[in-house]
């Protein structure tokens, strides 16, 4: 039990993290969703458990500590309630003057399910098309899903307004309050199916400070999707998706006066700063035994936007296809390519074109050999649009990159030993006639590394080197890296961790820069009666400018710290639920 002048301290750190009255202040969502409200009746009714600790690093350099301080001192407290099950969580940090507090925000997330019934209560997320909507919203919904018909409807808020004082130079961003109402229909399942969804979102104009309104307009939408697929065999099927936009930038400019336009008047004013605009795919979808290929179709109109996405890619088509197998039971296979243009309706100065393309294969041989190898492109292109490109500022590039992973194990009684081995070549070229190379890059990267696992001393030891060489415009850097590191558990308890790395880096940049770095780091950690950590860890490090130079004074650096810490984790208060008597069995 702790002791009450312990308790007392607590309660008045508590306090203060409740009231906050300086220093950082971060709120962390609680959300009380449908498996909380569900686990209420099999969760204790209060914990009160936290953790306090503290962190003391001392650092020096030989070049003076101009970029960090010589000693670093923090502590820390935190708290978490759990009221059957809904934990709130209250934290306090100091570092060097520095003070921060964490303290808990509600949210209500219930839905509440009855047969094929389901329903939205707070902050929730509802399945639309992905062309229309993929935001929360915070209001109610209900849903029907049986094994064919489905349909939902919700409504809600979808954004909070941010309408801080404009004349703080630390405002945030502004943004108006937003509403959304949607509606969805389906049916079928499988390879055959169809569903159509409805959302109408707009903003409220006076949710914003008139300050901020001359700046900002607030925005208005409808959208409607229908997605569906069909199977033309077992094997063999058809999917799609459209949707359509009508997005208004300015909700407060003029009306548009036509009976066209007027016909949905009711639920959507058409306004001289409306945009409409479609979004859609296709693709088709093989899928036999040992091999699986699909090939998709994919166009945005310029300036389709809706308000339920918080970011769409527009003004482009896409074409792609991709294909696997597997070859005698071990090789797999698997290949894709894909092209993007945009400037769909001509009105850009350039049309800009990029394909994607790779192929990759792995195959096990026997129990202890892995081969992984494959290879992967991009090639970008510039043509005319309005205008004609420039020959010599034209976008033509072209980049390669392969790679080989094999890897070996052995596993024995008392030793385990893996060889591993990585290879990558990149390649990135201008391929414009009137390029002078200066932005191609070739890079080369090759590592390999052994670890040996030592079963009785539950111990690993693992050394890797690895070597990178970068040829550039009339440069070239290598890099070569050692390492070995290891780790292992001691005491009865193995409540003792040591571990340790050594490595070694040269790197050279040719005719500018050679040095020479060496380092160790070793960490230690010690766990008493489950609740008291001592931690301590050191670093030394040192830096060899290797260049021939008469400047003796900046040949080399040492950096040393040194970080010792602890942590103590508790439980304040339980009050458990009485276990009831198992009732004794019947004669």
């Not at 969502?29 to 914990?47: F, R, V």
């Amino acid at each position: 039990m702790m002791s009450r002048k312990f308790l007392r301290a607590y309660i008045i750190l508590f306090l203060l993290v409740w009231l906050a009255p300086a220093g950082t202040l971060r709120a962390q969502s609680i959300t009380l969703g449908q498996n909380t409200i569900s686990n209420i009746s099999k969760s204790e009714p209060l914990i009160i458990t936290g953790a306090i600790g503290t962190q003391h690093t001392y650092y020096h350099s030989t070049v003076g500590n101009g970029y960090r301080s010589p000693w670093n001192n923090s502590f820390y407290a935190n708290m978490n309630v759990s009221v059957y099950g809904i934990s709130m969580p209250f934290a306090f940090y100091y570092s060097n003057n520095n003070t921060s507090w964490n303290f808990p925000h509600f949210s209500i997330h219930i839905d509440p399910t009855y047969k094929n019934w389901r329903g939205h209560f707070g902050r929730s997320n509802m399945a639309m098309s992905s062309y229309i909507m993929a935001t929360s919203f915070n209001g109610i919904g209900l849903e029907y899903n049986s094994q064919k018909l489905r349909f939902g409807a919700f409504y809600g808020q979808l954004r909070n307004a941010v309408n801080d004082d404009p004349t703080d130079p630390a405002a945030r961003k502004p943004q108006y309050k937003r509403m959304g109402w949607g509606l969805k229909v389906g049916y079928g399942s499988g390879h055959t199916f169809i569903d159509a969804y409805f959302l109408r979102a707009y903003d409220i104009t006076g949710s914003l400070d008139e300050r901020w309104q001359a700046n900002l307009r607030p925005q208005d939408n409808i959208a409607i999707a229908l997605r569906g697929g069909v199977g033309i065999t077992r094997w063999l099927n058809l999917r799609g998706n459209l949707a359509y936009s009508a997005f208004t930038s300015d909700k407060t400019s003029r009306r548009i006066e036509t009976t066209e336009a007027n016909r949905w008047d009711k639920i959507f004013d058409s306004r001289y700063t409306t945009l409409m605009r479609i979004a859609g795919d296709v693709s088709m979808n093989l899928n036999l035994k040992n091999f699986t290929a699909s090939m998709f179709y994919r166009m945005v109109q310029p300036d389709y936007t809706t308000l339920g996405l918080y970011y769409t890619s527009n003004n482009y088509q896409a074409l792609g296809i991709n294909a696997a197998t597997t070859l005698f039971r071990k090789i797999s296979l698997s290949a894709s390519f894909s092209g993007q243009e945009d400037n769909i309706t001509r009105r850009q100065l350039y049309t800009t074109r990029g394909f994607v393309y790779n192929a990759n294969a792995s195959t096990n041989l026997g129990e202890r050999i892995t081969l992984t190898a494959g290879y992967s492109g991009y090639r970008q292109l510039q043509t005319d649009g309005t205008a004609h490109p420039n020959d010599s500022t034209r976008a033509n590039r072209i980049m390669h990159s392969l790679f080989f992973t094999p890897n070996y194990t052995i596993d024995g009684t008392t030793l385990e030993h893996t060889v591993a081995l990585s290879v990558n070549y990149t390649q990135n070229k201008d391929l414009n006639r009137f390029a002078t190379g200066i932005s191609d890059v070739k890079t080369l990267a090759a590592g390999t590394s052994y670890s040996m696992g030592i079963k009785p001393w539950e111990m690993t030891v693992t050394t890797s080197f690895s070597h990178q060489q970068s040829d550039g415009y009339n440069t070239r850097y290598t890099s070569d890296i050692l390492s070995v590191s290891t780790g292992r558990s001691f005491l009865k308890e193995k409540n003792l961790n040591v571990s340790g790395t050594l490595s070694a880096c040269y790197n050279n940049v040719k005719d500018q820069m050679r040095n020479l770095s060496m380092g160790f780091d070793m960490q230690c950690g010690y766990t008493m009666k489950k609740v008291h950590v001592f931690s301590m860890s050191a670093g030394f490090n040192k830096y060899s400018d290797t260049n021939i130079s008469e400047d003796q004074s900046s040949r080399g650096t040492t950096e040393l710290s040194v970080s010792l810490g602890y942590n103590y984790t508790f439980s304040l208060l339980e009050i458990k639920k009485k276990s009831r008597p198992t009732p004794a069995p019947s004669l």
